[in-house]
């Protein structure tokens, strides 16, 4: 078993109150064996990483993602949701072959790994090709087949929705999870969505959905079934013993956030997605308030640009002071709190990683603080929620092994990921 020492670190656990503190930690295996003050192992180590001017923290979790749209990046923006995805997305996904969606997701991997993210929930297709990239990367995700009923595909999506969740659950040392991944109120029409909910809740499979993301899916279906989006979900069962990891969220009736009271999961928060696709601004606040479960996430790269969920957590908490006119809304430690631990809950991985303990797994960064714009250091939660960005991360280490070490790669090949990538792109969205 590997012994790994890091050492002389500024230590931000993310158990809530926790005060940071100078110290050690020590990971055997793929755990944290033990975080102290000053760590004398008691058997010899195999690598000694010096964690002066260092941050460690929680690796961070993003809660909604399709990686492999990173393929996608810059290619369509400043557009509306529903052209942005029937016009541009759609057609060059609709050319994306098996290895593409490899390549896309190691792409969106090397970005994570990059920014500091140990975990994600992805939605999208080829997920055998998604699992493989997310097994050969070294992270860690929870992953579903995205089905939509917009032809009759002779059930070929919910075919590949269980081959997933049958093949790659607890895969990769335990590091891929999946969920049941219908797409979203619009694309799911009432009979087959509520056989999906069935089949989840009888086999115990969480599910991962879009929810009230515009204006116009309200509407869309305010006029085909006479309710919100979030009611049609809640009468169909959906938040009746399901644990529901649900996406967006922005457009919510307070009638709608009290229904969503006690469910089980919560929502991923995307608010750099939601800002530039210009959806609006998620009831962060009176979610929290229900005591519903907030997480982060990016959206894919196709709309998002960025996978960096540094960007997110500024962008979640400046949303609630400036739509409250209320700064002391989500403080630094709190919005930090969603990046980690309360994602993780959202993808039910919380008894395993997103805190520092020992015996948790080892998915943890280090952030370097040796920079004009992360000194002098006074408040550490604050100096990280407000001033660093993904590429102050130094380290990325997920189920004890070290991805990114001085921010170079150790699983990833980058020149070859690179010219795959470019290659790629270019040819799925030749003449769109
Ligand atoms: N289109 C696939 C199934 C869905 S996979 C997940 C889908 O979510 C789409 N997607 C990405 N971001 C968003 C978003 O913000 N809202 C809605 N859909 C999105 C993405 O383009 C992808 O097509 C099929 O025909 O089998
Ligand atoms: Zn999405």
């Known amino acids: 078993m590997k012994r790994t020492l890091i050492k002389g ?4 656990t993310m158990r809530e109150g926790e005060l940071p503190f100078v110290g050690d930690l020590l990971i055997e295996g793929e755990r944290i064996a033990e975080i102290g003050p000053a760590i004398e192992p008691k058997q010899p180590v195999d690598e000694v990483i010096t964690g002066v001017g260092m941050v460690a923290m929680p690796g961070l979790i993003n809660a909604h993602n399709h990686a492999s749209m990173s393929l996608l990046r810059a290619f369509s923006d400043d ?6 995805l029937d016009k541009k997305m759609l057609p060059a996904e609709g050319r994306m072959t098996p290895e593409d969606v490899y390549w896309g997701t190691m792409l969106g991997a090397a970005e994570m790994i990059a920014s500091g993210t140990t975990s994600f929930a992805d939605m999208y297709v080829h997920m055998n090709q998604v699992a493989q990239a997310v097994q050969d990367s070294g992270m860690r995700a929870s992953l579903t087949r995205g089905v939509v009923f917009l032809e009759d595909d002779g059930g070929k999506r919910m075919t590949e929705a269980l081959h997933l969740i049958d093949t790659w659950s ?9 969920m049941l991944g219908p797409h979203a109120p619009y694309t799911c029409p009432p009979q087959p969505l509520s056989e999906i909910i069935d089949l989840a809740r009888s086999r115990q499979i969480p599910i991962h959905i879009h929810l009230a993301e515009t204006v116009e899916e309200v509407e869309k279906i305010r006029n085909r079934y006479n309710q919100t989006p979030t009611q049609y979900l809640y009468e169909l069962g959906m938040f009746t013993d399901n644990h529901v990891l649900l996406a967006h969220a922005v ?8 229904l969503l009271r ?10 750099v997605s939601n800002l530039k696709l210009g959806c609006g601004i998620a009831p962060v606040r009176d979610m929290l308030e229900q005591g519903i479960t907030v997480g982060l996430g990016t959206d894919g790269a196709g709309s998002a640009t960025t996978l ?3 960007a997110e957590i500024k962008a979640a908490t400046w949303l609630q002071k400036l739509q409250h006119g209320d700064p002391t809304l989500l ?3 709190q919005v ?3 990046a980690t631990i309360e994602s993780a809950k959202l993808l039910q991985i919380d008894h395993e990683v997103g805190t520092l303990e020992a015996g948790k797994k080892a998915d943890l960064i280090l952030i370097n603080l040796n920079k004009p714009h992360m000194q002098p250091v006074h408040d550490l939660h604050a100096l990280i929620a407000y001033s660093a960005t993904g590429a102050d991360v130094d380290t990325t280490i997920v189920n004890g092994e070290i991805l990114m070490k001085n921010r170079q790669f150790t699983h990833i090949s980058w020149e070859e990921l690179r010219r795959e990538a470019t290659m790629r792109a270019a040819r799925l969205v030749e003449g769109l």
């Open 9 to 12: 670190c500024s230590i931000l």
């Open 79 to 84: 557009l509306k949701l529903m052209d942005w």
């Open 170 to 178: 607890g895969a990769a040392n335990g590091r891929i999870s999946t």
């Open 251 to 258: 457009h919510l009736s307070t009638e709608d956030v009290r």
């Open 262 to 271: 006690r469910m089980r999961g919560g929502v991923s928060h995307n608010p």
């Open 308 to 310: 960096d969920m540094f």
């Open 331 to 333: 403080p630094a430690e």
């Open 336 to 338: 930090l709190r969603m």
